[in-house]
């Protein structure tokens, strides 16, 4: 029975976090809007042909995308009981695009192996106990940092997403890369939802409503819905043209059932990319995968571990050597998929923003990904536009944590400004953690205190250097 002290409640220490059933299931349904945009996003991202002409499939990336995501995320909750939910990593899967779209020889199922691969050694580096050093071999304050950096980077992807903030051409006179709407103003219905979600979201946290922000993703949308079937609003970009006025991707509508279509499982090559690039240019590809996901999933899981309270007093998060293997196994299981590599979504602080604090809230969301697999509707019936007020609202929550920086030390304050002012300004959690693992280790040499650093974390920052250094070694190599 769904009641405190039962065998579920003992199972997912739901009583012992300091939240109940109807938290759990509201976090849940919180964290499946969220991120759910995924399922029509990761298709458009990988919809280019490949050397040979290939396609991967709008129909089929959508379906395995959604299935792939509700299995790992089900996985999370059972096995390591954290409200964490997995999909395909935006930041892996562009490069993924971009790489399989510039250098001619390479298929599909070469670049989703190189996945595959990536995915197998981060698994040997979990099982080995590495990955779980490195962790725990981060000073707290530039763990602190990377909350802080999460929640801009969190609040930013929601102004963006809503077209609050929005990207500037980079043409000629540009003076600023983003701005506010469209030519400096706001514009369109689809942005006036996000406002007012915005502002209703605000109003139920400050007066401490249950349920706040699932309220305002449901009252947010509501009013997408009637907008669009009133006034016909449409996407912001069909396909041929483009309506800054419009929703910025999904334009709320029903769609009809439609059977799955699963034909890209065990489609990956593992090592085509080799046979096709040679060994250099793929193992350096591989590398960058590699170093992302491994950064990343770290980056996020701090953040919303700390954002739920359940970082022990001693910095170390229960389970988390299970949290870690089920995030390498959203590489193999993902690239084996051909949707590219999945991860833990910053989205799932939504979920948290509204309760939720086990992995009972990751089931509820890997089982409503399950359901999406069939039934599109809901998917395509929540704009960005509706769920981007919980991403700003949960980024501040994060942001909050920024009081527990040394400000006086150093060596630890200018690492972690560049490590929560790079992850929303190159959006990407790895670029902010490198740069800040990097100048930790610099500033404590500097200051002559180099005995200080942990040895794993010359290792990491020396990982990092060669990352960054990714670019001028592939023009060395002649690599494209």
Do not use: C
């Not at 405190?4 to 199972?11: C, H, I």
């Not at 190189?114 to 050093?133: C, D």
């Not at 469209?182 to 915005?198: A, E, I, N």
């Amino acid at each position: 029975m769904l009641k405190q002290g039962s065998a579920l409640d003992r199972y997912f220490k739901i009583s012992e976090r300091g939240s109940n059933f109807s938290r759990e299931i509201r976090g849940g349904f919180a964290t499946f809007f969220a991120m759910s945009y995924i399922v029509v996003l990761n298709p458009l991202i990988l919809s280019g042909p490949d050397s040979s002409g290939d396609t991967l499939g709008f129909p089929a990336v959508a379906a395995v995308t959604a299935l792939v995501a509700g299995i790992l995320t089900i996985l999370m909750g059972a096995w390591a009981k954290h409200p964490f939910a997995l999909a395909t990593g935006l930041g892996v899967n562009a490069f993924v695009a971009v790489t399989v779209a510039t250098n001619p020889g390479l298929t599909w199922p070469d670049m989703m192996g190189l996945v595959v691969l990536s995915g197998v050694t981060m698994l040997i580096l979990v099982l080995t106990g590495f990955r779980t050093a490195v962790f725990k071999a981060v000073p707290e304050g530039l763990k602190t940092a990377i909350v802080v950096g999460i929640g801009l980077f969190i609040a930013l992807i929601g102004l963006v997403n809503a077209g609050f903030v929005r990207r500037i051409p980079d043409v000629a006179g540009t003076t600023v890369p983003v701005g506010l709407g469209f030519d400096g103003k706001l514009l369109g219905w689809p942005t006036l939802v996000f406002v007012f979600g915005l502002i209703l979201t605000i109003a139920l946290v400050v007066r401490k409503v249950k349920g706040a922000i699932l309220i305002g993703i449901v009252a947010s949308t509501i009013l997408s819905v009637i907008l669009e079937f009133t006034l016909h609003i449409g996407p912001s970009f069909d396909g041929k043209t483009h309506n800054p006025a419009g929703w910025s991707l999904v334009a709320p509508k029903f769609s009809e059932w439609a059977a799955p279509d699963l034909s890209l499982i065990g489609k990956a090559n593992p090592f085509g990319a080799f046979e096709h690039l040679g060994f250099v240019a793929a193992t350096l590809l591989a590398f960058v995968i590699l170093l992302s996901i491994f950064f990343d999933a770290m980056g996020t899981m701090v953040g919303l571990a700390t954002e739920a309270g359940t970082i022990d007093k001693d910095g170390n998060i229960p389970n988390v050597d299970r949290v870690l293997q089920v995030d390498a196994l959203g590489a193999i299981i993902g690239g084996g998929a051909s949707v590219s590599s999945n991860q833990i979504y910053v989205e799932s602080g939504a979920g948290i923003g509204e309760g939720a604090r086990t992995g009972l809230a990751s089931i509820v969301t890997g089982l409503l990904f399950l359901v999406a697999m069939f039934f599109t509707p809901l998917i395509n019936l929540v704009p960005f536009e509706a769920v981007a007020p919980a991403l700003v609202v949960v980024g501040f929550m994060m942001v909050s944590q920024v009081g527990k920086i040394d400000w006086k030390d150093l060596g630890i304050a200018i690492p972690a400004f560049l490590t929560f002012t790079l992850m929303p300004f190159t959006y990407s959690i790895a670029n902010g953690l490198g740069a800040g693992f990097i100048m930790f280790v610099l500033i404590r040499t500097f200051q002559g205190r180099a005995r200080e650093v942990h040895p794993l974390m010359w290792a990491v920052a020396a990982a990092f250097l060669l990352f960054f250094a990714i670019g001028p070694i592939e023009a060395a190599l002649g690599i494209h």
